[in-house]
């Protein structure tokens, strides 16, 4: 199975979305902050990310999601800075808007995704990609056109503009996305984002419309789906029994979801006396249980304690 992306290319489809992107860009509203800075003359919003994306690493990683990892590890890119402000960030050096890293030209991320495959990549895993979409959307167009061909995944918090979601049908192969929080309340103390919840819920599903539940080759790689996370929090601070429900009743019962276990306080979660609580296995095994009785399949069945954010 081919990446989408590579007829959209030749196309010349590749190229249009990439100048809407652009043009979204000129008044910012590429995510539901919609911040309106024109990101082509470098002002900068929530994001704090201009014209030209940062990426704090890239390398081949071992911890993510076996589908992903495959022989050769997932090729991850992991761009500076978010539009979440979430305050247990387990990768807050990167995510924090305030740390400048290293900027990278189109021409300089298209070689990154070409070193990566090169290198023996599975996919390129573009992780917190919702600030930087027209960014990754032009480096693409090059490094497609000279010989990019492994699957690409769109590792989002889901904190994603429907209509930003729908550039990028025929262009993203895997979405990998996180379900943060059910409620509003919790979204806007530890988030800064009310509205996440409902953009999260519409965001997975028009996802799930893209690109249909997972898809694996003959050797178990993933070649193409949704695959969700969901990071149970302490104090239930995530609502993870009403995400449950969402995903069987609004998806297919075969949809990949990872139920994870690896909260840690990390951040500024050690200024909330609430976010400084382990969670109990127990809690977690019984939320597998659950998923299992609302007739979910497909769980991510990995060890406890696997820690995936470890590069
Ligand atoms: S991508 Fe950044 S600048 Fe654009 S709307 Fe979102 S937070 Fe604001």
Known sequence: MKPLYLETMHSGLLEKKTRQAENIAGKCALCPRKCGVNRLEDETGFCNTGRLSQVASYNLHFGEEAPLVGSGGSGTVFFAHCNLGCVFCQNYDISDNQT??????????????????????ENINLVTPSHVVFQFLESLDIAAGKGLNIPLVYNTGSYDEPDTLDLLEGVVDIYLADSKFFNSKEAEKYAQAPDYPEKAREGILKMHQQVGSLVVDDQGRAVRGLMIRHLVMPSDLAGSEKWLEFFASQLPADTYINIMDQYRPAGKAFSYPELQAHVPGSVVAELKKKARELGLTRLDERASGFFRLMF
């Open 100 to 121: 400048r890293h290293q900027q990278v030209t189109p021409e300089q991320l298209a070689g990154i995704f070409l070193d990566l495959q090169a290198s023996g990549a």
